[in-house]
C-alpha cells in the first residue's frame, strides 16, 4: 500500500519560512511526478506546485519566487520550501503522486496517491 506522510507544518508569522516534507512508500519513486496542493476552509483544492519525476519544476503563480519544490529520490521524499509567507497561505497542506505517464500536474483528479494533509498557519 502506498503511503505518503507530510511534515513540517505550523505556526509562522508573515515573512517567514517553512519546508514541508513529504516521505513517500512508493516502490519505484523515480517514477513519480509529485504534487503540492492546499485547501483552505471553505475553498477547493487548490494547486500549489509540482516537481516532474526528471526534476523540472511548476507553480501556481501565487508561489512563484517565493516556494521551492525539490525531491531526494534516494529518500522517496519531495520538499515545499516556502518563503514569506502570507496570511492568504494558510491551509491544509497536501502531497500527492501520479504516474510520470499520467496526465495534467495541476488538476487534482490526475493524482493517485495523496498524503493526510499538514496544517499551515500564517498570522499577520
Known amino acids: 500500500q502506498v503511503q505518503l506522510v507530510e511534515s513540517g507544518g505550523g505556526l509562522v508569522q508573515a515573512g517567514g519560512s517553512l519546508r514541508l516534507s513529504c516521505a513517500t512508500s512508493?516502490?519505484?519513486?523515480?517514477?513519480?511526478?509529485m504534487g503540492w496542493f492546499r485547501q483552505a476552509p471553505g475553498n477547493e483544492r487548490e494547486f500549489v506546485g509540482a516537481?516532474?519525476?526528471?526534476?523540472?519544476?511548476i507553480y501556481v503563480d501565487s508561489a512563484k519566487g517565493r516556494f521551492t519544490i525539490s525531491r531526494d529520490n534516494a529518500k522517496n521524499t519531495v520538499y515545499l520550501q516556502m518563503n514569506s509567507l502570507k496570511p492568504e497561505d494558510t491551509a491544509v497542506y497536501y502531497c500527492a503522486a501520479k504516474s510520470r505517464y499520467s496526465g495534467d500536474y495541476g488538476l487534482v483528479k490526475t493524482y493517485s496517491y495523496w498524503g493526510q494533509g499538514t496544517q499551515v498557519t500564517v498570522s499577520s
Open positions: 516537481i516532474s519525476w526528471n526534476g523540472n519544476t
Open positions: 512508493v516502490l519505484t519513486f523515480s517514477d513519480y511526478g
